[in-house]
């Protein structure tokens, strides 16, 4: 145990049926060989014989945060995927879902229940919010304090692997997302013994941001690294979706993150194929750059809130908090976002109160992560309400059909392809005094929206802590049989079958600078995109009430459109692909 300030280190096992002193060495970590104890036995560290806490490295705590470490057997597990080698990451159609919410259950063995319809559906990935032993039952899963052991609330860890054995029986990827910017608020004591995983240089929303440059940094890299290779290796996880980190502060060169992405990808060449996304707000997209004598890049690709915030700002007319960077004139910035992937490439953003971005033209639309939902956008809403609910469901369809159709890779949120009714909202179990000041400060957050700028309104968000308001998050799965949640699922379904068909064989290896995209009038444009193989992709859209009396007949064989395909004309709200291919091959 790598405790740099503690004064003593015991192990105590098993409740303290035996108590052990550990050895401090010169670099920080205690150590000690304990003998008589196997699988299924539990222990704590107890910090200068007083506080009791879990390993910070625990593989299972089937008490919670608060409670003893389990020791797991890690190869008992008897894997089936041993034919696995993942899939090309442009076949990639992600499917986001929060395991507690997923089913009824929320279990790791209950969503295995569910993979055949994520098949039926189209997906080729899962993608599983944090799994970082939280407080509590419920939690979205940011507010992790041991980073190497899965939410005993959903299971053993032998459950996540029969998950993604499962998984990779369907030819799915599963994905895991997670945060290596800071630790979550309560069971985290790693302020008594090792202040040093944080620095005290800078604070990220969620406090103390954790320490990959100072002094002592090198075990806290070290921790997390192989954290990542952790769950690659031992869980067989696919790719990994690294959260917000624009919020990772590190001086150092080469940085934790290049590191990380370097480490990585070597581990696992000739093997099987593994991807690595990120939120990054800051747009930078150096770290999406190829190498320049190959095809291989240090991150896949990058979540495009861009792309989502100037959809969402067409389709819904909102243009609060973040959404007024592109209140102007939102058309505008989605062809950008839908031609180059980032709309902020280095101009000034209002909301921010800076410039951000830097150029994305060098990169493949691949590059980029491309949805009109996920679990921020839904959930970090006072009410959680999803698009579905915002809009009619011919926007719904149109923006359908945009997201799932682009040469971006698409990631719908769970319940998405059926506009399921339950919302998605915040959700916590914390002590009282923590849950208090969490359901208080969610109100105060939103106090700047005239709708909720009284008490009265404010009393109409639901409280994160109650268990009602995690319960109402759940997803309910009968209804995708209903009317009018059917006739949506079908056209996801349609959508889906298209793009494995027509497009996903035809963006390996994308040209750079083969998009060309046309402003028709207000709210009417054509972009054009050039494939792998010499074909080209055609995307007309008409994102307005109006009808657009300028539509121009698309060139090739028509895949999908919203409307009649008109060829002069366009009802409201329509989109229209078609493929049209190469002169030599007719």
């Not at 899962?126 to 899965?150: C, F, H, K, M, Q």
């Not at 998405?416 to 916590?428: D, I, M, Q, T």
């Not at 929206?449 to 639901?462: D, L, V, Y």
């Not at 996903?504 to 998009?515: D, F």
Request: aromatic fraction near 12%.
């Amino acid at each position: 145990m790598w405790a740099p300030s503690a004064q003593r280190v015991d192990v105590v096992i098993d409740g303290g049926r035996s108590t052990h002193p550990l050895s401090r060495g010169d670099d920080g970590f205690y150590r000690g060989t304990v003998g008589g104890i196997g699988p299924g036995s539990r222990y704590q560290f107890r910090i200068n014989a007083e506080l009791l806490v879990a390993d910070p490295a625990s593989r299972y705590q089937p008490e919670g945060v608060h409670g003893p470490s389990e020791i797991i057997d890690e190869q008992a597990y008897a894997w089936q995927d041993a034919n696995w080698r993942g899939r090309p990451w442009e076949t990639t159609i992600l499917y986001e879902l929060h395991i507690g919410t997923f089913t009824d259950a929320g279990t790791y063995r209950a969503a295995i229940e569910q993979l055949d319809a994520l098949v039926d559906l189209g997906i080729t990935a899962i993608e599983l919010l944090p799994l970082w032993e939280s407080p509590g039952t419920r939690n979205w899963g940011y507010d992790g304090v041991l980073p190497y052991a899965p939410e005993h609330c959903y299971g053993h860890p032998d459950d996540l692997k029969a998950l993604i054995d499962a998984a990779h029986a369907r030819s799915l990827m599963v994905f895991l997302d997670v945060v290596y910017n800071h630790f979550g608020p309560e069971g985290n004591y790693l302020h008594t013994y090792s202040p040093e995983f944080f620095t005290n240089r800078v604070h990220t929303p969620w406090g103390e941001a954790l320490n990959f440059s100072d002094p002592g940094s090198e075990s806290v890299r070290r921790f997390f690294l192989e954290n990542a290779l952790y769950w690659l290796d031992d869980f067989h996880f696919d790719g990994l979706r690294f959260d917000a980190i624009h919020e990772i502060y590190d001086a150092s060169l080469p940085t934790f993150l290049e590191e990380l992405a370097t480490t990585i990808k070597r581990s696992f060449i000739g093997k099987r194929e593994v991807h690595l996304v990120v939120e990054n707000d800051d747009n930078c997209s150096q770290i999406l750059s190829r190498h320049r004598t190959t095809t291989d890049r240090r991150f896949d690709a990058q979540w495009n809130d861009d792309a989502h915030h100037a959809l969402h700002v067409t389709a819904t007319g909102e243009i609060d908090h973040y959404y007024r960077d592109y209140a102007q004139d939102p058309i505008a910035d989605l062809m950008r976002a839908l031609s180059e992937g980032f709309v902020y490439q280095g101009e000034f953003s209002q909301h921010r109160g800076r410039c951000r971005g830097s150029v994305s033209t060098c990169l493949p639309l691949t590059s980029f992560v491309f949805f009109c939902q996920n679990h921020d956008q839904i959930g970090n809403r006072a009410l959680g309400d999803r698009l579905g609910h915002l809009v009619r469901p011919l926007i719904l369809q149109a923006v359908a059909a945009l997201v799932t159709l682009s040469p971006m890779i698409p990631l719908i949120f769970m319940g998405e392809e059926w506009n399921a009714s339950s919302p998605f909202l915040f959700f916590c179990d914390f002590p009282d005094e923590l849950a208090q000041r969490v359901t208080e400060g969610r109100r105060r957050e939103f106090s700047g929206f005239p709708q909720f700028a009284n008490s009265e309104g404010q009393q109409r968000i639901p409280d994160p802590a109650l268990l009602s308001t995690f319960l109402a998050a759940k997803l309910r799965w009968a209804e995708r049989s209903e009317p009018p949640h059917a006739s949506l699922l079908a056209l996801y379904r349609t959508l889906f079958a298209l793009r494995r068909r027509e497009i996903i064989p035809r963006l390996a290896r994308l040209p750079e600078h083969g998009v060309q995209s046309t402003r028709l009038d207000a709210r009417s444009f054509l972009v054009s995109y050039q494939l792998n193989d010499r074909s080209r992709l055609h995307l007309f859209a008409n994102l307005g009430e109006d009808r657009c009396l300028q539509a121009p007949p698309l060139p090739g064989r028509l895949l999908f459109a919203t409307d009649a395909a008109n060829a002069t004309s366009a009802a409201p709200w329509t989109v229209r692909w078609s493929l049209q291919l190469p002169a030599a091959s007719g």
